[in-house]
Each structure stands twice: as structure tokens, then as C-alpha cells.
């Protein structure tokens, strides 16, 4: 079995900063690239600065970061991936610009490296077959934020070789994280159970309940640890709108509708905490 030791990843927003952080924290080789540069030093200087607040509260020693500081490269072009073991691709939730992105990578790394994407309800099987290498691929879906949530959902295409789940549960073990197998459907576990929930939440706004009082609702009342508006918040309410969407239109259900009041705050520009304005201001 093949070990991985360096690894790329491919989008620099808060998902791939918080995967490469903890891929260089634990003292992998990680390139990070994203097509704006001025995401990619945005992406960075968040690392930096998570790491250097990670040694202030005691939950790491300085040795570590600076190790982790120096495992991480940044990237000037996907060419840079050309040795990598595993490219972890981390870019927008649609399948057509992840698709060219697998096809361009497909070029550019060994016959043996491993393609992975951390998608939250696209199909892997599909993915997969935009490539040479469907028996190398999989998906990897960390939880946000990454540093924190311990689970990364794996899920194998219908093409994927047992060789490479091996090789992807093995790096997630190394990098403490626990994995769960999820079947390759709209959603997985974690969004097929989640976004309904959200999106009933939103329901219960649209008809007049304060989002406070459903957040706080839900924390006392089932002890969660954030309410589920301020989640959707987190998210992204364009990401939650575009899973709802998929939800429905592959598993033909009315319970998986997007509730109108969401599509209105998207048709708003309000995403949330990325945009100031969602469910609360920011």
C-alpha cells in the first residue's frame, strides 16, 4: 500500500485552508493553490494566524507550528502538483468546474497519485469518470471548521479501488481525524441529514418565529452546539440552497425543498457570515 507524503490541495477558501492546515500540522508535505492569488495569501495569512492563536491557548507547542509553517508551500500553478501522492481538491460546490479542474489534474500528477474531492452532496462515481483514473478516486468530505470537526466522510465512486480507500483512511487516521463510509448519494450522511433540519428551521422563520428563539430552541432543547441558523449562517446560504436543490431534484422528495425564504436571501446576496448578512448580521 502506497503511503501518502505530499499532498495537494486545490482551493484556498475555508475549506482548503483548513484542510491543508491540518495536513501540515501533521507534518505532511502540503501545497496549497487557488486561481486568485489574493484568496490564496488570504488563505495563508488565516493559517498563520490559527496556528499562532492554536500555541497562545496551549492546544499546540510552537515547535509544531513552525514544522507546520514549513510543510506548507504555496503554489504558483496546478503544474506545481506534478509530485504529489494525493490532490485534494476543495473549489466551488458545482460539478462542472470540479470536473475540467480533475480532468486538467489528471495530466499533471503520477499515474499513481490519488484524486480526491471534498465535496458536499456531488456525485463521486460522475467525478470520477471525468478522469483516466476512476479507480483512483474518492471523495473526502472534512467538516467545517477542519481544524476542529473530527469527521471526514469518505465515500467510494462505484470505480474506486479497494487499494485507494485503503491509502485515504490510512492519511485521515494519521491526521486524527475519524471516518464513517458513506454511500455515494446526494447529500451522504451528514448533509442528508442536516440540511432538512436547516431548512425546517427556515420554515419555522418564514412563518414568524425569531431566528434567536429557534436557535436557542434547539441548543437547550436537544443540546446542540449551535443553533441552526446560525450554522446555515456559517455554511453559506448558497451552499445550503445549492444541496437543498440537488436533495430534491436527485431523490424527487418534496421534504428536501428549499424553503422560499431562502431562496430570497440568496437572491439577496445574503450568504451569511461570508457576506455579512444572513440569518444575523455580521
Known amino acids: 500500500m502506497n503511503q501518502v507524503k505530499t499532498v495537494g490541495v486545490v482551493g484556498a477558501g475555508q475549506m482548503g485552508a483548513g484542510i491543508a492546515q491540518v495536513l501540515a500540522t501533521a507534518g505532511l508535505s502540503t501545497l496549497l493553490f487557488d486561481a486568485a492569488p489574493a484568496a490564496l495569501d488570504k488563505g495563508l495569512a488565516g493559517i498563520h494566524t ?93 467538516m467545517n471548521p477542519v481544524p476542529v470537526m473530527q469527521l471526514v466522510e469518505l465515500i467510494r465512486g462505484l470505480q474506486t479501488s479497494d487499494e485507494t480507500y485503503a491509502v485515504v483512511q490510512s492519511l485521515c487516521t494519521s491526521i486524527k481525524k475519524t471516518t464513517v463510509l458513506a454511500i455515494d448519494g446526494p447529500g451522504f450522511i451528514v448533509n442528508r441529514i442536516l440540511c432538512p433540519m436547516i431548512n425546517e428551521a427556515i420554515f419555522l422563520a418564514q412563518e414568524g418565529v425569531a431566528p434567536i428563539d429557534i436557535d436557542n430552541a434547539m441548543k437547550l432543547g436537544t443540546n446542540h452546539p449551535m443553533g441552526p441558523l446560525t450554522l446555515a449562517d456559517f455554511v453559506g446560504l448558497d451552499t445550503l440552497l445549492y444541496i437543498l436543490q440537488l436533495l430534491h431534484r436527485e431523490l424527487g422528495e418534496d421534504k428536501y425543498r428549499p424553503c422560499p425564504l431562502l431562496v430570497k436571501y440568496v437572491e439577496a446576496g445574503w450568504f451569511g457570515k461570508k457576506s455579512g448578512r444572513g440569518f444575523y448580521r455580521y
Open 50 to 142: 490559527r496556528l499562532g492563536q492554536a500555541v497562545e491557548k496551549g492546544k499546540l507547542d510552537a515547535a509544531t507550528s513552525e514544522r507546520a509553517k514549513q510543510q506548507l508551500v504555496k503554489a504558483s500553478s496546478l503544474k506545481d502538483f506534478a509530485k504529489c501522492d494525493m490532490v485534494i481538491e476543495a473549489i466551488i460546490e458545482q460539478f462542472e468546474p470540479k470536473a475540467a479542474l480533475f480532468k486538467e489534474l489528471d495530466s499533471i500528477v503520477g499515474p499513481n497519485a490519488i484524486l480526491a474531492s471534498n465535496t458536499s452532496s456531488i456525485s463521486i462515481t460522475r467525478m470520477a469518470a471525468a478522469t483516466s483514473r476512476p479507480e483512483k478516486f474518492m471523495g473526502v468530505h472534512f
